[in-house]
């Protein structure tokens, strides 16, 4: 090996996790080289080995893998707190359908980059999105050097982007191509939901993905409502429906699941789809609770996210991480269900497993240098015996002081490299005294 | 009214909210004079009013009443994460009561301090505590500058700190008489559970606090265990034999009540006692879900508690308030139950009322000058359509800039004034390589 082209040497003065199956590292350092890991290991070993990287201390730091928020509709801020705590119909008939009707490429943009800022404040290095003018936010993404997958919304109806599945598909393969030399900006194929696309748009969103090796991204079982509405149209459950048109698969990923019979989870296991889990928004929603200490035992992948902020309201997934350790424990009257281990493996490496992507969500060598640096010198994280409890049941977004991606840092002590926070908070601003929707 | 007398006008850039239950104002200040608030209004008038105060702006904040934690063990922060994950029994057994064991006052004194430090930094004013060692515990907390209500635990069987329950109230007896000129510092009566107390035990409790006219703070109906224990021992559900022995009543102060029946809810109500929620230790713990929207409904005061580090594993209200404002809904599946001023007013007024003390929680003119800057400028609370959706569902621990409690600033621009907190940190790492339970 060349070690003159190592670029950095990371050193977590406490902690360094490496991937949330392995024990924390103590007295250990990261090698950065051209975006990837190369190796870790003990700071003095790897000081000896690496004498021209450059060397940068945490004192009190703890590193890890930067999250990976499997399921959010980013631009969605722009609705933060629009309207809360009213029923379901009405909060999207009212509030959120007549706001997104009036959405251009303009407040995307600036959406977008709002969101950008708050996941990097928080930790998060790669979000999956599904929503609408993903070609304006995969500019702003690429622009603010996060990773991202996309997915333009697929619907029986026009999108407020797009005419038909048609145009949406039509669109996806241009930013393939567009893109295919970027490999931080990502896409997707996202049929809405079994009951807003017919099974012929079902179909032809699956037969794309395969076609493209895509990841094939759905809301699934989300609510009773649904539930109860595809027994009465198809006769069977959500799951077994998308079976039925042949959609699960590994590349499925299926979101939300909240309603499921017990064998709906055996056919995900078998069928190797993953599952990403929103606790914050299935239960602000009144949703319901998903049971995902059954759909571990399974065996099923599932990955965590927080839904777009106007049902969370926010894209915070330290936060998200504690609701998802805590919740099923309450529910299963059990405190040794789903482990800190396990939701750190949710919040990560299982987004990367979902989105077909070894290489992000775990730091070990040859993986992307996505990860993040928690600053352990607050009251609220001290003592510190066990850095994964730590991140999961106390840490919160502010504790972040450190982001890189593709080894490029967009956070440093606290403050955003890549966006100007002071001008995108003024913008910002300006728009909320003036929304949109109420032009 | 003498305005040369006047302190302080505090200017909210953004919005005053001077009661849970009344809207947000804008463009407005609160002015505080002898730890009190005096009034509040708008800036313009305000100012011409009282020309000759000191005027501080906070161009982007949201001022709101201190935050009421309304059940901690505050010194069980040295047992953050010290085991999670495990079977309650082994948890108590093998980690806590080893641990407890061998408290002493040199610790209760640092762990107070490194609790008061977190939930200043939170934006807590005032704390209800149970623990041990209360003496120490009121030596820091009238140090430092925070409002307490403080509780030596009292059992059949000797504490780490006293012997017995009459030495209990012995030493209570002395804290009134040597703190009555000290509003800042109150004391509440404190029997354990009614399994870890004898019906005599409880009776004499309860009839300390009347004659004292003192809240009498009790564990209750917090696990199916004790519920089942008391059916068992007693015929009865926990709620009916406290109110057999009489214990039911407006100072009754009734920690978690996750598991009651309708009739049990009744009787709270009918009884005026006061039900603390702590629904992340409870969830944490598998201890269950309270049925929180239902004794809000009967007309119930419910107040909001992190309960100890040990079993949280924070002191944070903002997140306790996040989770108590999802969970029924999910529960319910109805997002209208339980809504964020509802929630607000649990983490504020409720805990005063809890507490008999109707001067804090509110920022209402002669109640005390207990309030939290939070500083909305930052990218996770952008836009701001509604200030207490923003605080109950979007907000963090760090976000809180500025608080004060009777009038005296605590922090300030995210600074702790009247804590050394370089310094606490280093005893606390000090600590955590040789933690007392291991010598």
């Given at each position: ?14 902690y ?9 590292l ?21 000081k ?6 450059r ?25 933060r ?17 007549p ?17 950008c ?13 599904m ?18 997958y ?24 241009g930013?393939?191509?567009e ?13 809405h ?28 079982a989300e ?45 995900l296991a ?9 606790p ?8 319901g ?82 990860l ?5 010198d607050?009251?609220h994280?001290?003592?510190c ?5 730590q ?45 949109f929707?109420?032009?």
């Open positions: 090996m060349n070690n003159d082209s190592t670029d950095l040497l990371l050193v977590a003065g406490e360094l996790i490496t991937s949330p199956n392995k024990r924390p103590e007295d250990s350092c990261v090698v950065i080289s051209d975006g990837t890991v190369v190796e870790y290991g003990k700071t003095r070993q790897m000896a080995k690496y004498q021209k990287a060397v940068m201390e945490r004192s009190s730091g703890l590193i890890a893998p930067g999250f990976i928020n499997c399921h959010t509709h980013a631009p969605m801020v722009l609705f707190g629009i309207c809360d705590d009213i029923p379901l119909k009405q909060w999207l008939e009212e509030y959120i359908f706001a997104e009707a009036k959405l251009n490429k303009t407040f995307i943009r600036l959406a977008t980059m709002l969101a800022a708050e996941m990097i404040r928080g930790g998060t290095t790669t979000f999956v999105d929503y609408f003018f993903e070609r304006e936010m995969a500019n702003v993404v690429d622009e603010v050097g996060m990773r991202a996309l997915g333009e919304g697929i619907f029986d109806f026009p999108s407020p982007a797009f005419e038909n599945a048609d145009k949406v598909l039509e669109e996806t393969v930013l393939i191509e893109y295919k030399d970027n490999d931080r900006i990502n896409f997707t194929v996202d049929p939901t079994p009951y807003t696309c017919s099974s012929n748009i079902l179909e032809k969103a699956a037969s794309f993905a395969k076609e493209h090796s895509l990841p094939l991204v759905i809301h699934l609510t009773k409502w649904e539930f109860d509405e595809t027994i009465s149209s198809h006769s069977t459950t959500p799951v077994k429906y998308l079976d039925e048109l042949g959609l699960l698969g590994p590349n499925l990923v299926a979101v939300h699941c909240v309603w499921l019979e017990d064998d709906d989870i055996e056919l078998q069928k190797g789809v993953s599952v990403v889990h929103c914050e928004s299935n239960l602000k929603l009144g949703s609770i998903s049971p995902v200490a059954k759909l571990l035992e399974a065996g099923i992948n599932v990955a965590l996210g927080t839904d777009g902020a106007a049902s969370n309201n926010n894209l915070d997934m330290l936060g998200e991480m504690d609701f998802a350790a805590k919740l099923p424990k309450g529910v299963a009257l059990d405190p040794a269900v789903v482990s800190a281990e396990k939701v750190l493996d949710m919040a990560t490496a299982a987004g990367g497993r979902a989105m077909g992507n070894k290489a992000i969500g775990m730091l070990e060598p040859g993986c992307k240098a996505d993040i640096v928690i600053d352990l607050r009251p994280l001290r003592p015996y066990n850095p994964v409890s991140l999961v049941y106390a840490a919160s977004n502010r504790d972040v002081t450190d982001v890189l991606v593709d080894g490029r840092f967009l956070m440093t002590n606290s403050e955003l490299v890549t966006i100007d926070e002071p001008g995108l908070i003024e913008a910002i601003k300006s728009f909320q005294n003036q929304p929707w109420k032009e």
